[in-house]
Nanobody, 124 residues
Framework: QLQLVESGGGLVQPGGSLRLSCAAY????????VGWFRQAPGKEQEGVSS????????YYADSVKDRFTISRDNAKNTVYLQMTSLKPEDTAVYYC?????????????????WGQGTQVTVSS
């Protein structure tokens, strides 16, 4: 069964950090670009960050630039999103998605596989 599984979400205080993981099962992630998206209650889905299949290209939305870092370990079939200086407005369900090929912009319909999401809550 082909699937992506996110983990690492939770409750954190403002200014804190979390690292999300996105592990692939049933397929080899190194042939896929990966994106992170998030959706807060009552808001539209937002593209957060993306990384090429080799890891040499990364992209960040302005809202997370200089605070979040995307990386990947293809040997572990996993992509990570390190989140620092978290703000209440970062509260959302975070999803990872995989798109076959070298690199993909954060356009949801272009992605082939999606995880089930992990909740991130930033609150004091």
């Amino acid at each position: 069964q082909l699937q992506l599984v996110e983990s690492g979400g939770g409750l954190v205080q403002p200014g804190g950090s979390l690292r999300l993981s996105c592990a692939a099962y049933g397929f080899t992630l190194d042939s896929y670009a990966v994106g992170w998206f998030r959706q807060a209650p009552g808001k539209e889905q937002e593209g957060v960050s993306s990384i090429s299949n080799s890891g040499d290209i990364t992209y960040y939305a302005d809202s997370v630039k200089d605070r979040f870092t995307i990386s990947r370990d293809n040997a572990k079939n996993t992509v990570y999103l390190q989140m620092t200086s978290l703000k209440p407005e970062d509260t959302a369900v975070y999803y990872c998605a995989a798109d076959y090929g070298y690199y993909s912009a954060l356009i949801p319909y272009e992605y082939d596989y999606w995880g089930q999401g992990t909740q991130v809550t930033v609150s004091s």
